[in-house]
């Protein structure tokens, strides 16, 4: 019995489990100095949308990932297994995070998932959802306390 990388429904698309790897790979490298790796992945009209925004075209995104990384000191993923119908995928995760201007620089951790669309081996969509408050309204010193007091009260 052998165990694939993404679970697949649907129709086949050889691209598909080749482009997640390189998707997985890309982020666990990726820093402010090398985003132009970003075009080994990304198709040239590249629409991306994750809470805090929504950018469309390689150069948009690119741009978007400089001001996103700016303070980023170290960022790497653990995937899931990826679930694939056709050349939309869904690919869960869990971000681990140490940013300058969260929590003092200690390392934060985020659950989310990626919405992937797949087009000639290049990621042509993706859209990230995650909770927001688990990344940044958490972890702010005064609102943090506030809001991880709400979430006690509420669960």
């Known amino acids: 019995m052998s165990t694939a990388s993404a679970i697949e429904v649907g129709n086949k698309n050889s691209a598909v489990p080749a482009t997640i790897e390189h998707f997985k790979a890309l982020f666990n490298e990726l820093d402010k100095g090398n ?10 009209g590249i629409r991306f949308q994750d809470p805090f925004g929504r950018v469309t075209g390689l150069d948009e995104l690119t741009h978007y990932f400089a001001g996103a990384y700016k303070n980023v000191i170290s960022c790497r993923f653990e995937f899931e297994p990826a679930v694939a119908n056709g050349a939309s995928v869904a690919l869960p995760w869990v971000m681990k995070l140490r940013h300058r201007r969260i929590r003092g620089g200690r390392e934060i951790s985020v659950d ?9 081996g290049r990621v042509s969509f993706h859209r990230d959802y995650f909770d927001a408050g688990q990344l940044l309204y958490e972890n702010l010193p005064a609102l943090g306390r506030v809001v991880r007091w709400i979430k006690g009260q509420a669960g």
């Open 112 to 120: 989310g998932i990626s919405h992937l669309e797949i087009e000639d």
């Open 35 to 44: 985003l132009n790796k970003l075009q080994a992945v990304y198709s040239e």
